[in-house]
């Protein structure tokens, strides 16, 4: 199960709460699930936010990583 750390936010919270830091957290050590809520909130993201976010995001992930090669697939929608 995700749990973030200085985040003040929680997995089960929107996307859009989770900021830069629960977003990487996510990439970083989460399921399926959690790649899937971020998906989710790219999709119906009407204020750019999150996309704005996962971008940020995939900038600090380090690239031989699990979670930089599925982050990729979220910048097919950017």
């Known amino acids: 199960m995700l749990k973030f750390r200085n985040v003040n936010a ?15 957290c996510a990439f970083e050590r989460g399921s399926v699930d959690d790649w899937r809520k971020i998906w989710k909130g ?20 380090n690239k031989g990583d699990l979670g930089y090669a599925i982050s990729r697939i979220f910048t097919v929608n950017f």
């Open 10 to 24: 929680s997995p089960s919270d929107p996307v859009e709460q989770w900021g830069v830091e629960g977003i990487l």
């Open 42 to 61: 790219v999709y119906v993201d009407k204020s750019k936010i999150v996309i704005d976010n996962v971008k940020e995001a995939i900038q600090m992930l």
